[in-house]
C-alpha cells in the first residue's frame, strides 16, 4: 500500500513521500468563503485568493497550539493537500501524521479521523519529538539519552528519549506564532502601530534574534496609525524586537530545563556530554541556541534542515510502520 508521512503543524504543513522525498510545504491555512463557508483553496493559494478578494474570503487556520480547532476545515485542507500531491488517487494512502506530545486521546482521535474522512485508507500517529529525533539522526534506539527541542508554530516541544522511549518530555503551548503576536503587541504598545500577521513573521525572520548577533540590522516597518488610522512607518532595532521576543524565547528555554531536571541523573549526564539538539522552523531564530546554550550549559547542534526535520523523520519512519507500532513509537 502507498504511504505518506504528513507533518500537520500550526504554521506549515510538509508531505513526505518514500522515493521522491518532500513533495508539499505549504502554510497550514485554508481560504474560506465568509458567505456560505466553502473552503477554496489551501497553502499559498489561500493566501493569492485572500489577497484578492479580502472581506468576501478569509483566512482560517484550522490547527493551534498542536491541536484540532475546527474538525471540518481540517477534513478539508487534508483532503486538498492529499489531492494536490497526489494521494487522492486509486485508493488512499496509508498516512503516518506527527501530532503534539502534549495532545490528549480525544485530540488525537480527532486528527486520526479527519484524516480516514479526507481519503486515507489508514493512519499510524507519531509524536513530533519522537520524529525530530529520527530525522535528526539521533540514536533514539540506544542506551544512551538523546536530547531533542522542536520549536514550532504553536508548541515547542523537548524530550530525552533513550531505547526507543521518551523517557522525559515537555512541552510549552509557545511556538512562532506566539512570537509573532509579542511583535504585534509591541509595536502598539511602544509605537501606536498595527501591522498583521505576515507583517510581523516577516519583521520576526528578518530582524529577530534571542541573543545579540554581529551586525545586527535594522528595519523599517509599514503599518497603520492606532489613533488616526493613517499609514504609519517606524525603524525598529534589532534590540528592541529581541526584547519583544523575550517572553516567548524564555518560556522554549524553561520547556529544556524541565525535561532535563526529570531525566535520569544518567541520561542527563549524556545530554551534558552530547548536547541537545534543536529542529523546527523556530530553530531558525537568530542566536537561539547560543542562548540555551548559554542559560543551561548544555552543547546546542543545530539540525541541517530544522524545519523540515520533523517530516523528513516521519518519512524515514514509514519504512517500518509496523516494526515501530510493536515498541510503542507509534500510535493508533
Avoid at 67 to 95: A, K
Avoid at 283 to 305: N, Y
Amino acid at each position: 500500500m502507498r504511504a505518506l508521512a504528513i507533518d500537520l503543524g500550526s504554521a506549515n504543513t510538509l508531505v513526505f513521500a518514500p522515493g521522491r522525498g518532500i513533495v508539499l510545504d505549504e502554510p497550514s491555512v485554508v481560504a474560506v468563503n465568509e458567505r456560505n463557508g466553502d473552503v477554496l483553496a489551501v497553502g499559498w493559494e489561500a493566501w493569492r485568493r485572500v489577497d484578492e478578494a479580502p472581506g468576501e474570503i478569509v483566512p482560517v487556520r484550522p490547527l493551534r497550539k498542536g491541536v484540532v480547532t475546527d474538525y471540518e476545515v481540517t477534513e478539508r485542507m487534508l483532503r486538498l493537500v492529499l489531492d494536490r500531491v497526489g494521494g487522492g488517487r486509486w485508493g488512499g494512502p496509508r498516512v503516518l501524521i506527527t501530532v503534539s506530545s502534549v495532545v490528549t486521546t480525544v485530540e488525537r482521535r480527532a486528527v486520526s479521523e479527519a484524516a480516514l474522512s479526507a481519503g486515507a485508507r489508514g493512519i499510524e500517529l507519531i509524536f513530533e519529538p519522537m520524529a525530530a529525533a529520527i530525522g535528526a539522526g539521533l540514536p533514539i534506539n540506544e542506551p544512551t539519552g538523546s536530547f531533542i527541542l522542536d520549536v514550532g508554530g504553536g508548541t515547542t516541544e523537548t524530550a530525552i528519549i533513550s531505547m526507543g522511549g521518551m523517557v522525559s518530555c515537555r512541552a510549552e503551548r509557545v511556538g512562532g506564532f506566539d512570537l509573532d503576536e509579542s511583535v504585534r503587541r509591541f509595536l502598539r504598545e511602544r509605537y501606536d502601530m498595527v501591522v498583521g500577521e505576515r507583517t510581523a513573521e516577516s519583521l520576526k525572520v528578518e530582524v529577530g534574534s534571542a541573543a545579540p548577533v554581529p551586525d545586527e540590522p535594522k528595519a523599517e516597518i509599514r503599518g497603520r496609525d492606532i489613533a488616526s488610522g493613517r499609514p504609519k512607518t517606524v525603524v525598529l532595532a534589532a534590540a528592541e524586537l529581541r526584547e519583544a521576543l523575550d517572553e516567548g524565547v524564555a518560556a522554549m528555554i524553561e520547556a529544556a530545563r524541565a525535561a532535563l531536571a526529570q531525566a535520569p541523573p544518567e541520561l542527563a549526564h549524556d545530554v551534558l556530554d552530547r548536547g541537545l539538539t534543536l529542529a523546527g522552523g523556530g530553530a531558525l531564530l537568530r542566536g537561539l541556541d547560543a542562548r540555551i546554550s548559554a542559560e543551561t550549559t548544555i552543547p546546542v547542534h543545530v539540525a541541517p534542515d530544522p524545519k523540515t526535520t520533523v517530516v523528513n523523520g516521519a518519512g524515514r519512519a514509514l519504512s517500518a510502520m509496523d516494526r515501530l507500532k510493536e515498541l510503542g513509537i507509534l500510535l493508533s
